[in-house]
């Protein structure tokens, strides 16, 4: 019964890449013509969206918001748990109304027409060279003064044991919402690990259905102005982990 689950999960991967990789095909050249134009870089963004959406149906993946509390004025920094691709690719349909841009990890340079997107559009991270990590750093506060909001996930990437166990966040993020003087929009995802593992997993689990998301009341400037980063950090990790230990109590158990 197990390799028959893993089969259909595996088929389920191969559907996904299947309709994504279409699109990305489909979507390519209006990319590239966007982008050639700097004053039509922001369309980007819409195209994102209905990209999202197009995978969102197509794909079977209707987004139940269990908390949708109010989204302040842009711009914002949002920082979300990070189990799954469908973090990122969601996220467009999830918060379409203001333009972000994402702060990742640069090895994603290297994906295959990703890599093409990403590395115009948002702020790769070189965690591993200090020089190119600063430099980054102060791209990410330009976006923010061209108007764009901020997605961060502060674990730092995922790992494919224990989840949908929280790695502990870096401070790296609440500095930057210091520096900026922007509010704080905490999400959590809670079962995207299991409606879509990692691809490279043969015994990952795929299938459809709800996207369960809690959009948390956002952190006030003000707020923050009165708590230390390391305190501010630990704050957010207990706001975006609450969901995840109340749907997963074993999370609860001391190791």
């Known amino acids: 019964m197990r390799w028959i689950i893993y089969c259909l999960s595996f088929l ?14 489909i979507l390519y050249p209006v990319f590239i013509i966007l982008l050639s134009v700097k004053s039509w870089r922001n369309k980007t963004f819409h195209v994102f969206t209905f990209w999202s959406w197009v995978i969102r149906v ?3 993946y209707p987004v139940k918001k269990i908390i949708n ?9 949002v920082i979300a748990n990070h189990t799954s691709y ?28 990703i890599g093409t997107f990403f590395k115009d559009l948002n702020v790769p991270v070189d965690r591993k060279n200090k020089k190119k990590s600063r430099k980054s750093y102060f791209e990410a506060i330009k976006k923010v003064e061209e108007g764009y909001s901020l997605i961060i996930f502060p674990e730092g990437g995922y790992g494919n044991e224990g989840l949908p166990k929280m790695r502990p966040f870096k401070e790296g993020s609440f500095r930057l919402a210091k ?24 015994k990952g689990t795929a299938h459809p259905g709800f996207v369960r998301t809690y959009i948390h009341p956002y952190i006030t400037v003000e707020q923050m102005n009165n708590m230390e980063i390391t305190e501010l950090c630990n704050h957010c990790f207990d706001i975006i982990n609450a969901p995840l230990l109340k749907e997963y109590p ?3 158990a001391p190791e």
């Open 58 to 60: 197509l794909c079977f």
């Open 250 to 252: 074993h999370l609860n």
């Open 86 to 113: 469908l973090d990122i690719f969601l996220m467009y349909s999830i918060l379409p109304k203001n333009k972000f841009v994402f702060l990742g990890k640069s090895e994603i340079l290297s994906y295959p027409l």
């Open 69 to 77: 509390s109010p989204i302040p004025n842009a711009p914002y920094i």
């Open 12 to 25: 389920w991967k191969i559907y996904i890449g299947i309709i994504f990789g279409i699109f990305a095909l």
């Open 179 to 202: 520096t900026l003087n922007v509010p704080l929009i905490p999400i959590t995802f809670t079962n995207n690990f299991k409606l879509f593992s990692d691809p490279t997993i043969f």
